[in-house]
């Protein structure tokens, strides 16, 4: 769980540089124009370019599964909640990506996208110990609420959460729409 939870980490830094140039260098270069008159749908665009963020998470974390293999030849592993961490990794993942994503699509430079992703996902992993500061009650409670770290614990402790997986899925759809 250690493991998949600094991935969690390290996926915060890697996913604005993926993200990056996704839809910003489109509008830099130009290529908006051509891509927005192409026959594809806007939705089509957005979901395509999701897709292939989602996918680069997907193979990155597949290779992960070396590592895992190394562990069971010399240690004991349980499947059952390798898979509940893993499931929580990529809803995460999927979720930073899709915010970095509408970052992207809303900056006119990818080094702008990139700044203003490291920043929001800054602002996301410290939004537990923000409200752990703040006094207020509704307000802790809204950052509580909004918080994808204290959301992502359950599964690092191998428990499947349904309010989980539909906060991870909501917050990306609310994204990409």
């Known amino acids: 769980p250690a493991f998949i939870g600094e991935m969690g980490y390290i996926w915060m830094l890697v996913s604005p540089i993926l993200t990056m140039r996704l839809l910003s260098e489109e509008r830099q270069k130009r290529t908006d124009r051509l891509l927005l008159s192409s026959p594809v ?3 089509g665009i957005v979901a395509g370019k ?23 030849l010399y240690g004991r592993v349980y499947p059952a909640e390798l898979a509940v961490n893993y499931l929580g990794f990529i809803l995460q993942g999927c979720a930073l990506m899709a915010m970095d994503l509408f970052l992207s699509a809303c900056a006119p430079s990818p080094s702008i996208a990139a700044a203003l992703a490291f920043g929001a996902n800054f602002l996301i992993w410290i939004l537990d110990l923000v409200e752990n500061a703040v006094r207020l009650e509704w307000i802790a409670a809204v950052l509580r609420f909004l918080s994808l770290y204290s959301r992502n614990e359950p599964f690092l402790m191998g428990q499947l959460s349904p309010a989980g997986i539909l906060f991870d899925l909501s917050f990306a759809a609310a994204f990409l729409a």
């Open 50 to 72: 999701a897709l292939a963020a989602g996918t680069v998470l997907l193979a990155t974390t597949a290779l992960t599964g070396l590592f895992v293999l190394v562990v069971a």
């Open 41 to 43: 749908s806007l939705t």
